[in-house]
């Protein structure tokens, strides 16, 4: 099963999950729920589904690092030169490879795709995404392997699955044991520790696990070229990529929020003799920073009933309705009214 199907069945199965939570109101979905978001229940519980959704959207750059351990018996297949020390042979064999590297920039980096967070605990996402890199020759010992192209561009399909690690209910948990110490008679101490678990915290810190299929889309060797067509030597290996990272999440309100994410993702690729007889493994290190936006699909109607001021989530004829924009807390406090 690849990426695409796997993300539309999850997309099925919760949908398939509203039908019965409509009696077990599970995740909040329900036919009696105190404050419905539409006239009918089976509108009520898309909107609950839609909710549990955000739409995201990064950008940022990288620095990658290409590596082989070349071993050929046939070596002038392949574009290496020898830079230095012209009177030494190339002494390789299959027990001594010869070890090269190379790094490079690789900008930009767009990723789109959508999330969803199952009790601030963990998050489930999965998208698309654009890169485009240099490739700079590999070099090991007295010797260069020289792409004949000089950038690359990939797409890649995706997954990543995610632990909060921290988070406002998390850190309120951590005041509660650090007030431990103080009597339940202490009423200075535990007012104090009421106010600071009640303060909005907007920051979040995850960690991720990412996985997908990346498609190399162009990256090709002049020389090969016949009537217009370019022939790829340099190829995506089959089994799929793997990453990990940080994401630090910084929330504007209950539906926007400003993301930072660094991480690295290891790569395979195979690189092809010109006569295409046998074939070289390269892996491939990417070290991401990335900056994005995420967007929760607002589940809550925007009042629209002329002379209506009320900026905080409210009734209309039993539906609940929003006051502000989802770029604004919803529920302010005082001294939050702009």
Aim: one cysteine or more; a positive charge; proline letters at 4%.
């Amino acid at each position: 099963m690849n990426l695409k199907n796997a993300f539309l069945s999850f997309t099925l199965l919760l949908f398939s999950l509203s039908s019965f939570a409509q009696e077990e109101d599970i995740f909040g979905i329900s036919r009696k729920a105190k404050n419905p978001k539409s006239e009918s229940s089976i509108g009520n519980v898309t909107r609950n589904i839609l909710e549990m959704f955000a739409v995201e959207i990064s950008g940022g750059g990288a620095y990658q690092q290409f590596g082989t351990s070349f071993y050929s018996e046939n070596p002038s297949l392949y574009p290496l030169t020898q830079v230095r020390n012209f009177d030494q042979p190339l002494d390789i064999s299959e027990e001594n490879p010869l070890e090269m590297k190379s790094g490079d920039a690789t900008f930009p980096l767009f990723n789109a795709g959508l999330r969803i967070n199952i009790f601030n605990t963990i998050t489930i996402g999965g998208g698309y995404g654009q890169e485009w890199g240099n490739l700079s020759p590999m070099e090991g010992g007295d010797w260069e392997f020289a792409f004949e192209g000089a950038s690359y561009q990939i797409s890649k399909y995706y997954g990543t699955v995610g632990l909060v690690l921290w988070d406002a209910s998390k850190r309120a948990k951590y005041l509660q044991w650090r007030y431990r110490k103080y009597a339940g008679a202490n009423f200075y101490m535990q007012s104090e520790l009421r106010q600071r678990v009640r303060q909005i915290y907007p920051w979040r810190l995850i960690a991720e696990a990412e996985f997908g299929q990346l498609n190399l889309k162009k990256a090709y060797d002049p020389a090969l070229a016949t009537n217009g067509s370019y022939t790829p030597r340099l190829a995506v290996a089959d089994k799929p990529y793997f990453g990990i990272g940080l994401r630090l999440e910084r929330d504007f309100s209950e539906y926007t929020k400003l993301f930072i994410k660094g991480g690295a993702e290891f790569r395979s690729f195979t690189y092809a003799s010109s006569d295409y007889s046998e074939m070289q493994g390269l892996d491939q290190q990417v070290y991401a920073m990335q900056v994005g936006l995420s967007i929760r699909i607002p589940g809550t109607k925007r009042c629209k009933i002329g002379g209506c001021g009320v900026v905080m989530k409210h009734m209309h004829n039993g539906i609940e309705y929003r006051g502000s924009s989802i770029f604004k807390l919803q529920d302010r406090k005082i001294g939050q009214w702009y």
